[in-house]
């Protein structure tokens, strides 16, 4: 019997009472289970295999198999505040989608799982990530709101470096210099960043915001227009993963982001 905690990636319904669950395991990667049963309401399994949901599940894992018959399952957090927030679980809807195509089958990820935990736990915080700003501090009257600018943009530059594609954000691709400030282009297809000297009178290909947004995530600082940066980093992981499936939340994600998008 194994027990492990688990974060519920997607769920489909399968026949008249029953849901089929994929879910990432602490302990065994990424398990399809069935759960018969499951769509009545009294049953036991209600909200712990919803997705996004972090539980604990108890199973047999049967090799003969690819669906497991699921025993137990204990919700650990439900992430109330994720889900009034359509930004954030949009972008969390991406990253299970991405974790349930791209990442490998039958093995343990417990890395995946520790740094999917880590995003979608910062995603539904609802106290400032930082450390209280000492009182009467210049900074002390911020707003309290978190700032999960950095989220979704960490998770993929993260992904990208435990996929064995990692990206060198301080490097000149061309003159091998270290960089000392936002790069003056960046080739999302290649991962390549230009320093200024290099780059010369020829007018860059990247956004501003593209280039501030990759600088903000070595210096630690938030990200003014994620949304570029998210972007230049998807396109790069698709062009080394391979386009041979496409990512479907994405475009929810892109009809999220105009609802946002009020300049
Ligand atoms: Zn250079």
Known sequence: MIKTRAIVLHRFPYSDSSFIV???TEESGIVSFIVKGGKKKESPFRGALDPLALSEVVFRQNPNTDLQFIKEATLLDWR????????????????????????????????????????????????????????????????????????????????????????????????GH???EPAADFFPETGGFVCQAC??????????????????LQTG?????????ENALLTYLRHHIGFLKEIH???????????????
């Open 199 to 216: 780059l010369g009178v020829e007018h860059p290909r990247a956004r501003l915001e593209t280039l501030n947004g990759l600088w903000a």
């Open 80 to 175: 109330k505040n994720l889900r009034n927030d359509l930004l954030s679980t949009a972008k969390a809807q991406v990253m299970t989608e991405m974790i349930l195509r791209y990442a490998p089958q039958g093995v343990p990820l417990q890395e995946e799982f520790e740094r999917l935990e880590q995003a979608i736990s910062e995603f539904d915080s609802d106290s400032p990530q930082d450390s209280p700003t000492p009182e009467g501090s210049a900074h002390s009257s911020t707003s309290s709101v978190p700032d999960k600018s950095r989220i979704f943009a960490q998770w993929l530059l993260d992904t990208c470096d435990m996929w064995g594609y990692n990206l060198d954000l301080t490097t000149c691709s061309r003159c």
């Open 178 to 180: 270290t960089l000392e």
């Open 22 to 24: 994929k879910a990432l």
């Open 221 to 229: 600082d938030n990200i003014e227009h994620p949304e570029f940066t």
């Open 249 to 263: 939340s994405i475009k929810f994600l892109n009809e999220t982001r105009k609802l946002f998008d009020y300049h």
